[in-house]
């Protein structure tokens, strides 16, 4: 190894970032069974050593693959509640079609977040409270819901639990089998439905859901 080469791979600022980045990007075409620590080393220019400075082995790096996805993905979904905040439900089915949206654009990064690759998730705190404030920001959709009479009083928890294993499962058809959507079923609409269903079992009766 040149010197130049060693001191980038030993003194490079921002390389557990430039790993991250590089890392995910890579994911975008190959699943996280095959991603190589040494192909991630190769493409930046380090040497095959440089990320064990950071990462303690692969399983690391991948944990923090999905950390950063979950964190994106609440961002996305803290959005889309906002854009909706006059009401609960338009605030599930905006959240709904951004939970979506970044299944279909982040395929293998979400297939990563909820696989069995980052699990226990109790190995990694971090991983482990993000996906926590992801069911958070669902369950505090519901309790608005029920704190502004849209929804009947039950347990937010369960609730949440319930409507996000709804949207997952549109999102994992949407991620596994795409020809579903592109050929027989429109995805908007399968998602509008889909959460609607949730809606009309949980609203008050003498409330008329937006």
């Known amino acids: 190894m040149t010197q130049a080469a060693s001191q980038r791979a030993y003194h490079h600022g921002n390389l ?108 990694y705190p971090e991983l482990r409270a993000v996906s926590r404030e992801t069911l958070l920001l669902v369950q505090s959709i519901l309790q608005f819901g029920m704190e502004n009479g849209e929804f009947e009083k039950q347990d937010a928890l369960y609730l949440a639990n319930a409507s996000w294993a709804g949207i997952h499962g549109v999102a994992t058809l949407r991620v596994d089998t795409p020809s579903l959507f592109s050929k027989h079923v429109d995805l908007l609409r399968q998602i509008d439905v889909s959460v609607n269903a949730f809606i009309n079992g949980i609203r008050r009766r003498d409330h008329e859901t937006p």
């Open 16 to 123: 557990r970032a430039e790993l991250l980045a590089e890392a995910a990007e890579q994911l975008r075409h190959t699943p996280a069974e095959q991603l190589s620590l040494r192909a991630v080393a190769r493409s930046l220019g380090v040497s095959q050593t440089a990320p064990y400075r950071h990462f303690s082995g692969k399983e690391a790096l991948l944990a923090a693959i999905a950390t950063r996805g979950y964190r994106e993905l609440l961002a996305l979904l803290g959005a889309a509640r906002d854009a909706g905040s006059e009401s609960a439900a338009k605030q599930l089915r905006l959240v709904a079609r951004a939970y979506v949206d970044f299944a279909a654009s982040q395929e293998q990064i979400f297939k990563l977040m909820f696989g069995p690759l980052v699990q226990p998730s109790d190995d």
